[in-house]
């Protein structure tokens, strides 16, 4: 489908969103791409050589545990050339979108390589963290890191809405978490590390909620369902192919306190402020959202 087939005689909420664009008007994501890049102006940004203290890290000043959910979301953070691709095969910019989707993709793209820039950063900072302190081996762990990357991520998610949806929450369960581990980790270098990554994903988490609200103003109900899709379905980065992940998880939330439900009341507030007027379908979300929040989330599945 492409922009051409929105139907332009129906009303907004009852047209489609096109699957391979973001269905958006591109001004409303030159908005929220401008919003993002002045929230990260040249002199709020940080550099892994040489802003961190990398002869002071000590990973004997760290638990078990603190180790363990070290090398966990190096794993996470490593991904970033699976996240980084399937924005891509969504949001193409080729010869086979038309014009008015390309101009859309495009706008998007903006944000889409700074954000892997800087998600490429957090990947990095932890790898060298892990190496400095004496976590692990250079060599050794970049073959780890290699065997998980090499495996191709997905999400069930066609319509963009429920993608983006789905980033906000989990931009913001890594967010609490960063700053969860932040609190109890011994070491001030790592702490450092994950003040900074905090900081950069509390952004990111901010563009996410951006998009949802621009599509809910547009679409109203019709973006809904999606929304509780991703919801439903959701499951945070490589839970389905990084070994041992159920109980890594467990895990890393007896370190520092982690549920990534946390971040689906900030759903509901991003919901709530972009709809003037909640329909019978916003509350049933909001309900849905809800419930799901206080259901045990951390058991491995059956």
Known sequence: ??????????????????????????????????AFMTASPVTRRWDVEHDFDWAAADANRLTEGQRS????????????PGYFALYGSRFPL???????????????????VRWAQEEDSHARALFRYQVESGIAQASSLRRELAAEGRKRFSLPHEHP????????????????YYQNLRAVVGDPVLADVLGRLSRDEARHFTFMADMVEAYLRRYGDAVVEPMRE???????????????????ALRIADTARYDHTEAYDHLVRVVRRAVDAPSDRVDELERFVRACRVLPTAAAPH
């Open 1 to 34: 489908m492409t922009a051409a087939d929105l139907g332009p005689d129906l009303p907004l909420s009852a047209r489609p969103v096109p699957v391979r664009s973001v269905g958006l008007p591109a001004d409303d994501l030159d908005s929220a791409v401008t």
């Open 69 to 80: 959910a070290v090398q966990f979301i190096t794993f996470i953070e490593d991904h970033l």
């Open 94 to 112: 080729d010869a086979d979108v038309d014009l008015e989707t390309f101009l859309v993709n495009r706008e998007v793209y903006h944000f889409t």
């Open 161 to 176: 809405a429920a993608l983006f949806a789905y980033t906000l929450v989990q931009e913001k369960a890594t967010q609490i």
């Open 230 to 248: 991703a919801i439903a379905q959701f499951r945070m980065p490589l839970a389905d192919t990084l070994k041992g992940y159920w109980r890594w």
